[in-house]
């Protein structure tokens, strides 16, 4: 079976990026284009793994990996986060609201489905 | 989709997130404090900067990058967004827009506009900040967007390409490596999987493992979320040891972690069993690597049933997925839907859906005219429903339209940056307000109004609004107001550009006119007419031509603009007070409500907003002036009369008005004029089709259209034809006709 990923992203280049890499790693994708549509779109969609962006409107993606990991269901769900630079204090936050890894942009295609096969089975 | 459509997607993006950024920046300006505001400002530039970067637009990203350094010291509160530090993001707001615009169509910004701004940004970065904390940020070369660089926590990240491992193995030195490694349940927690990580490591080279099973308790006392197993590996491979560590970057802060070289044999000291680590047992069933080998049987047994338990837990909550999962695929898909409201459509789709609207708009009128004719008793069927049809034809030509209306808003927001530019280059001080930015019209009206738009506020900053000095000593705020506002007003979209600043100077613009010919030196014109000359070809009232307005760009070019788009411009001026132009544009340039007359046997329509009314003229009424010219009395004033048959050469001689009808329509000098034609046959509305798309220009005429009955009418252009009557010419016929 197609592994599901759940991509969370307000910029549209950047998730039409992430929609071309995945269906062409063989992934299926779901998006969604900020952190409440993520929490919305989440319940339904049964991820394997979760990407998602920092800075977005309405609800950023520490509030974002906070709700998912709050939710029973989902809370051992991997989650990736897409960081622009080496930003350590963004990263530690995220990792303290529970992102599982990171990847660094720019975006490159290899790095990001290098980081979800780590952490996928 | 391909990349070059993601770069087109990208491009597109910019454009919003810019305008975005814009406005966001401009209302900092007007002291909003908002989070938010600072927040999608921040967020346009981070935006930009992730998408250039994808793209390899280093240019962009480096900007960008010390742009949203600085604006992230404003977002943590380091950086005052005060007047001045707001004029510097303005401006890079300007730069980043051609730095997009340039990666886009090629070219390249000045150099020294951007180094000097980013001297600028940083400056503003560093000066406020913390020295220790910001400054080697805002300081590091931003064209690193790749780069790795190590912070104190020794988080960092290490580009994870597992290529070319394979052919390196036998050639490079081999090391061995002993790693142990203890999860805590925070690795767990956060969604990482221990067996995942080994599974990693393994990749590495060979290796074997051992699991330390020691603080594994009792199965009545375990908690199930808890770390209770650790691992130790013997790993021989050519990597370094921080490539070794790069394995564990995502659980680094969660386990204990220790990787040290082999000493020559460092086999066994604990108490733990080695297991040829398996990889493909990982991928059947995950739990068997943590199945230690028998030490005491009690232990293993509960560790084997643990196992099994979990297998079959996470059998079942898979089967239990897999079905949820279909059941709420559509969920998904709802959510997903429900939450964009808006859908991007090819523009080109959107037209030849409006052309076919279009057609039928026409088929129907031809439908319902053949009716009319076989069906004289007028009660069938037929009727009722050819009535209905007209109603849903007009429904669903109304739909279309507002597909294609879009609000005025990205032109307003353009015309901002004008007005900084061409203030600071004049020096002067003005603050743009705009109004109505979401006044809708069609896409192809905002498309074509923003040239001559530009041009007007252009003219308002340099002529209008005075010198601060002059308006101080004029008794007036020192910084000049300009107003854009944009309304619906009957039909029509009215757009007006208000400036606080000297007003038309009635004397200059009227020697202006004498001195270039417009108008005879003893004509007696009122202020109005005065203040319209502004628009006459070959007019400009500045002494000599600046760099701003434009060379020999006068405002009878922007009427023109204007008037192509079937809309009406005019001023209003008050000395001292400033000035306001009004535009009124249509909505649509698809349709036209026209009304249908006939002229020497040919068809015409007039366009509805032109007419002002119509009526029947008496014999009494006309009175004859000069040698072909001819009045009409309304009201007690005069009028004059134009043989439309007689301007398009429809006819040799003028026709007898008594015979006709008169349409009084307005025209752009603000004067009225009484059109003369033969009789009127009805009101209805047309499609307009482009006479130039299909033949040429033809003076007097502004396109054509398909009537009821198949046949072609032109669609007159009443200003020309206007225009045409008094030869082009402002000589003061009007006036006297006025003061008469």
Redesign the interface.
């Known amino acids: 079976?197609k592994k599901k990923v759940l991509t969370v992203d307000?910029?549209?280049?950047?998730r039409?990026?992430l929609?071309?890499t995945l269906n062409n790693a063989g992934f299926e994708t779901?998006?969604?284009?900020d952190g409440i549509?993520g929490l919305?779109?989440l319940?339904?969609?049964?991820p394997d793994v979760i990407v998602t962006d920092i800075?977005?409107?309405r609800l950023d993606g520490f509030g974002f990996i906070e709700g998912v990991?709050r939710n029973d269901k989902y809370?051992?769900?991997?989650?990736l986060v897409l960081t622009?630079?080496?930003d350590?204090e963004k990263?530690?936050r995220a990792?303290q609201a529970?992102?599982?890894?990171?990847i660094?942009?720019?975006?490159d295609p290899?790095?990001l489905i290098?980081?979800i096969e780590?952490?996928?089975? | 989709?391909?990349?070059n459509?993601?770069k087109e997607?990208?491009f597109?993006?910019c454009e919003e997130q810019l305008a975005e950024l814009e406005s966001g920046l401009l209302k900092l300006n007007d002291g909003d404090r908002d989070p938010e505001t600072v927040?999608?400002v921040?967020?346009a530039v981070?935006?930009i900067?992730?998408?250039a970067?994808?793209f390899?637009l280093e240019e962009l990203?480096a900007f960008a990058?010390v742009f949203e350094t600085t604006l992230d010291c404003v977002r943590s509160n380091k950086l005052e967004p005060n007047q001045d530090v707001l004029k510097v993001m303005l401006r890079s707001a300007d730069v980043l827009a051609d730095l997009v615009t340039c990666s886009r169509d090629g070219g390249s910004v000045e150099e020294s506009r951007t180094r000097g701004l980013v001297k600028e940004l940083e400056a503003l970065a560093n000066g406020e900040a913390p020295p220790a904390a910001e400054a080697p940020k805002a300081a590091k070369p931003a064209a690193a967007?790749?780069?790795?660089?190590t912070?104190?926590?020794g988080?960092?990240?290490i580009?994870?390409?597992?290529d070319g491992f394979g052919e390196e193995e036998d050639a490079v030195e081999q090391f061995t490596y002993e790693v142990t490694f203890k999860p805590a349940r925070e690795l767990?927690?956060?969604?990482?999987?221990a067996?995942?990580l080994l599974r990693?490591l393994s990749r590495l080279g060979e290796m074997s493992i051992a699991c330390d099973t020691d603080q594994l308790p009792a199965l009545e006392s375990m908690d199930p979320e808890a770390s209770y197993f650790g691992w130790k590996i013997s790993i021989t491979t050519p990597k370094s040891e921080d490539e070794v560590r790069a394995v564990f970057?995502?659980a680094e802060?969660d386990c204990e972690l220790e990787v040290k070289l082999a000493e020559v044999s460092a086999d066994e000291e604990l108490p733990m069993v080695p297991v040829p680590f398996d990889l493909s047992a990982?991928?059947e069933e995950?739990a068997e690597i943590v199945e230690p080998q028998p030490k005491a049987v009690a232990a293993v047994e509960a560790v084997s049933s643990v196992a099994k338990a979990v297998n079959a837990a996470v059998e079942k909550k898979e089967s239990a997925?897999?079905a949820?999962?279909a059941a709420?695929?559509?969920?998904?898909v709802?959510?997903?839907s429900s939450?964009?409201q808006t859908i991007r459509v090819d523009l080109d789709r959107v037209d030849r859906l409006i052309n076919l609207v279009g057609e039928l708009v026409i088929n129907q009128a031809m439908l319902s005219q053949s009716v009319v004719e076989n069906d004289t008793n007028g009660t069938s069927n037929i009727n009722m429903g050819l009535e209905e049809l007209q109603q849903l034809t007009r429904e669903i030509q109304d739909s279309v339209m507002a597909i294609r209306a879009q609000p005025v808003k990205p032109v307003f927001q353009r015309m901002s940056r004008i007005v900084r530019e061409v203030a600071d280059m004049v020096g002067k001080q003005i603050r743009l307000v705009t109004e109505g930015e979401n006044t809708e019209v069609d896409k192809t009206v905002i498309d074509k109004i923003a040239e001559p738009l530009t041009h007007m506020i252009r003219n308002a900053v340099d002529h209008g609004i005075e010198s601060p000095e002059k308006r101080e000593a004029a008794g007036k705020d020192p910084e000049g107001t300009i107003k854009l506002s944009a309304k619906h007003r009957s039909g029509r979209i009215l757009i007006e550009l208000i400036d606080d600043g000297g007003g038309i100077n009635r004397e200059r613009v009227k020697q202006k006119a004498i001195d270039n010919d417009l108008i005879s030196p003893d004509a007696n014109l009122s202020d109005e007419e005065i203040d319209n000359l502004i628009f006459a070809p070959g007019f400009s009232t500045a002494d000599k031509i600046s760099d701003i307005s434009g060379r020999g760009v006068g405002m009878d070019v922007v009427k023109r603009s204007i008037q192509a788009l079937g809309g009406r411009i005019s001023i209003s001026s008050r000395p001292g007070l400033g000035s306001t132009f009004t535009m009124s544009l249509p909505l649509t340039l698809a349709v036209l409500d026209g009304m249908v007359v006939t002229v020497a046997g040919q068809t015409l329509v007039v366009p509805l907003t032109a007419i002002v009314e119509t009526l029947q003229p008496e014999a009494s009424a006309i009175h004859s002036f000069g040698a072909n010219q001819r009045l009409i009395s309304i009201r007690n004033s005069f009028c004059p009369l134009v043989d439309v048959g007689r301007i398009l050469n429809f006819r040799a001689n003028q026709a007898n008005p008594v015979e006709g009808v008169a349409l009084l329509v307005e025209s752009e000098g603000g004067g009225q004029r009484a059109l003369m034609v033969d009789a009127i046959q009805g009101q209805r509305q047309v499609v307009i089709k482009s006479l130039e798309a299909n033949y040429t220009h033809v003076p007097g005429i502004a396109a054509a259209t398909i009537l009821g009955d198949g046949r072609v009418a032109l669609i007159l252009d009443v200003d020309a034809v206007v225009g045409a009557s008094r030869g082009q010419s402002l000589k003061p016929e009007m006036s006297l006709a006025a003061a008469g």
């Open positions: 079976m307000d910029s549209r280049t950047i039409n990026m929609l071309v779901i998006q969604a284009e549509e919305e779109v319940e339904g969609c049964n800075n977005m409107p990991r809370r051992a769900v991997p989650i622009t630079e080496s350590a990263k530690n990792r529970g992102a599982t890894g990171w660094v942009k720019p975006f290899a790095k290098d980081a780590r952490v996928t089975a | 989709m391909d990349m459509e993601i997607i990208f597109q993006e927040n999608a921040f967020r981070h935006s900067k992730g998408g970067g994808a390899g990203v990058h967007p790749a780069a790795t660089p912070d104190d926590s988080f960092q990240p580009p994870f390409t597992f767990y927690a956060k969604g990482n999987e067996a995942l990693d970057e995502f802060w990982l991928d995950p997925a897999a949820a999962a709420t695929q559509n969920n998904a709802a959510a997903a939450a964009g």
